[in-house]
């Protein structure tokens, strides 16, 4: 359970008339009131005799009331929302967590005749919002200092009482959420992801990368974005914004962003730590920088944490940075997974507390990001095989720093550890299989016609069933990838193999061999991704194997987009953001 507070405004109608709307997108089922600071209080949506002009009237007659200035932003708005995996929760308990949440905000104490007035509505199964005005029966305004740390504290006591998610509550690391404003504008311009997010990434690669100051804006400058340093009267440096090209705000100045509305290691001081403790220059051939890197992170990987807690927080810290540096010089079939390992990383590099900036697993990392950086001129190669080594110690890695964030009960850093581990895994099986691909001979292409869209065809001469494919090629485990949820996919890929001319069997046969397979959750997976590699590796594209066949052996019918360009599971779902949760208007509506 999550109480989070929206952006506070001064029109409390606007924002009723928005609760028991239908909402931006259509997305409010049946809004109504679960509970009011008054038990008699009719709800507009139930009763002819009050409406929502009537309701806001109410709500805001203790502040029309009240002598000398009046706040300028009035309306309280907090939204509470429960996993999606809870159970449904009934009105009435609803109605009990706002009373709570209000006690605990100091907007209403139990037993105060004089409190703020407040009202909680509901239009979803799962979240409730709250609102209030901020002005007491007797004049006075609320003390909520510390209102959702207590509310929060609140919240930890319902999920216990009514069996729901159990949840810590924050711990300062999360990266500030993108506004609904800031998508909306993304969208209109076309972009692919808010100009923050963007940013974000752009100051991360070049703080992860650099050696001081002057080589950290360097690289800044370098990306494109806008850069603006803060110098104090003495002359020295005390931070930094940055902006993208062309963000502009209504009145066409550019929208400037510090490093800590970024993330919170992105603060100046912050960055600095990164190079606090300077570390050797190395550059490396190309034959030896994966081999280089590669013992330092297993050597690391085995001593991370050891030194007690502040030594493992600095040393979660270095092996982000190092993840960042990885997927801007990872192979290119890889490098899109490596990206997405280093985002899921990036909560997982933030450990609550303090941080110890020297220990000799944070120094190993530090060094393998340096070699890998100052060596990027020589990976154009895009020799997956030479970094297959470097990305099966990075998983080793990584699942360390899973290990220690248990340990030290950080859960929501551990479970981005494992979402992170998950993608470096495919990264390594899809590397697998472009080594493969290099030992395998290459056939004559089939000269058989290929169906047209929509149409189907019987198996063209010599196509075999890809079962049987799967008994020739890996026997010790074909009765498992048969009964494998991932097994319609891989059968998908290997009629794409065949198809390309290939002998599915031998390929198969080739990509599994690689690397041992006993130790996989989903070995149909594991193979699948590998096969993407080998496809890959080949220039075996989705455009070169958009109309293969629908075949009517082997059971299941044609191929999905699934099989071309990324064929494994996807990504670990990225909440989008809902329609209250992370966003407000400036001005309650």
């Not at 030992?439 to 019987?458: D, F, L, M, N, W």
Request: proline share 6%.
């Amino acid at each position: 359970m999550i109480p989070q507070k929206l952006d506070e405004g001064n029109d409390t109608y606007g924002l009723l008339h928005y609760l028991y709307g239908p909402g931006r997108r259509d997305e409010h089922t049946n809004p109504h009131m679960v509970a009011a600071w008054d038990p008699y209080i009719d709800d507009p949506a139930r009763s002819p005799d009050m409406t929502i002009s009537d309701l806001a009237l109410l709500l805001d007659a203790p502040v029309f009331a009240m002598r000398g200035k009046k706040p300028k932003l009035h309306v309280y708005h907090v939204a509470v929302r429960n996993d999606a995996d809870d159970r449904i929760l009934s009105d009435e308990e609803w109605a009990e967590i706002a009373r709570e949440m209000m006690h605990a905000s100091g907007i209403a104490e139990h037993g105060d005749d004089e409190a703020c007035r407040w009202v909680a509505v509901r239009h979803a199964d799962d979240h409730i919002h709250l609102v209030a005005t901020k002005a007491r029966e007797d004049g006075r305004q609320p003390n909520l200092r510390q209102d959702i740390i207590k509310m929060q504290t609140a919240a930890r006591v319902f999920e216990e009482k009514l069996g729901l998610r159990r949840l810590k509550s924050g711990d300062k690391t999360a990266s500030r959420w993108r506004k609904a404003g800031e998508v909306e504008k993304a969208e209109r311009r076309g972009l692919s992801e808010a100009p923050r997010v963007t940013l974000q990434r752009t100051v991360r690669e070049a703080a992860a990368a650099a050696t001081n100051d002057a080589d950290f804006f360097t690289r800044l400058s370098a990306s494109g974005v806008r850069v603006k340093q803060r110098i104090a009267p003495d002359g020295n440096l005390t931070g930094y914004s940055v902006a993208m090209p062309g963000d502009r705000n209504p009145e066409q100045t550019p929208i400037w962003f510090s490093g800590a509305r970024l993330a919170p290691d992105l603060s100046l001081p912050r960055v600095r730590e990164r190079w606090s403790t300077p570390v050797p220059a190395q550059r490396a051939a190309p034959a030896e920088m994966w081999r280089i890197a590669e013992d330092k992170v297993r050597e690391a990987a085995g001593q991370l944490g050891a030194e007690g807690l502040h030594q493992g927080a600095g040393d979660v810290a270095a092996l982000g940075d190092l993840i960042v540096v990885a997927a801007i010089v990872s192979p290119r079939l890889v490098r899109e997974q490596i990206r997405h390992a280093a985002e899921e990383f990036e909560r997982a590099a933030r450990a609550p507390g303090d941080r110890a900036l020297e220990g000799h697993a944070r120094r190993l990392y530090r060094e393998s990001a340096q070699v890998l950086s100052q060596s990027v001129a020589a990976v154009g190669r895009n020799d997956a095989a030479a970094a297959l080594g470097f990305l099966l110690a990075l998983v080793q890695a990584v699942e360390a720093a899973r290990r220690w964030h248990e340990a030290q009960e950080h859960r929501v850093q551990a479970q981005s550890s494992g979402r992170a581990g998950r993608l470096l895994r495919e990264a390594v099986e899809v590397t697998a299989g472009a080594s493969a691909a290099r030992e395998c001979r290459p056939r004559h292409k089939r000269t058989a016609t290929r169906p047209g869209p929509g149409q189907r065809t019987v198996a063209a001469p010599g196509e075999r069933s890809m079962a049987g494919v799967v008994q020739q090629a890996v026997p010790d485990h074909a009765r498992a990838i048969l009964a494998d949820p991932a097994w319609p996919t891989l059968r998908r890929s290997l009629i794409e193999v065949e198809w390309a001319g290939e002998d599915p069997a031998e390929v198969l046969a080739t990509v599994a061999a690689r690397r041992q397979l006993s130790s996989a959750e989903s070995i149909a997976e594991v193979l699948t991704w590998r096969l993407d590699g080998w496809r890959k590796q080949r220039g075996l594209t989705a455009d070169a194997s958009a109309t293969s066949p629908s075949s009517t052996t082997g059971g299941g019918t044609g191929r999905s987009a699934a099989s071309t360009k990324k064929v494994a599971a996807p990504a670990p779902n990225r909440r989008p953001p809902g329609d209250e949760q992370r966003k407000g208007p400036r001005r309650a509506r």
